[in-house]
Nanobody
Framework: QVQLVESGGGLVQAGGSLRLSCVASGRTFSRYVMGWFRQAPGKEREFVSAISGSGGSTSHSDSVKGRFTISRDNAKNTVYLQMNSLKAEDAAVYYC????????????WGQGTQVTVAS
């Protein structure tokens, strides 16, 4: 089992930046693909970004490309989401998730951290 704990959310003005962090338990962190998802009130959960176990490959949804950057520090069992040029539509609860390299479904999820964007 893997436990994930997000932090770094808060209130930010439109155009501003935030960096989210997700700390994972366990001894095999580098073997997991890590992802970020978000869910706004009344909407379904949406994929944001993912990063391979080594950090060598990343992907981002079209809505955040060029603004958000995912990264990881395997020595600290931590994955990050740097969010720049935030927009009102970025406001949501952001969730960290983990899956195996060969898997398709994210098996482990954090509790979420709230991001609020004020204009």
């Amino acid at each position: 089992q893997v436990q994930l704990v997000e932090s770094g959310g808060g209130l930010v003005q439109a155009g501003g930046s935030l960096r989210l962090s997700c700390v994972a338990s366990g001894r095999t962190f580098s073997r997991y693909v890590m992802g970020w998802f978000r869910q706004a009130p009344g909407k379904e959960r949406e994929f944001v970004s993912a990063i391979s176990g080594s950090g060598g490959s990343t992907s981002h949804s079209d809505s955040v490309k060029g603004r958000f950057t995912i990264s990881r520090d395997n020595a600290k069992n931590t994955v990050y989401l740097q969010m720049n040029s935030l927009k009102a539509e970025d406001a949501a609860v952001y969730y960290c998730a983990a899956r195996s390299d060969y898997g398709r479904v994210y098996e482990y999820w954090g509790q979420g951290t709230q991001v609020t964007v004020a204009s």
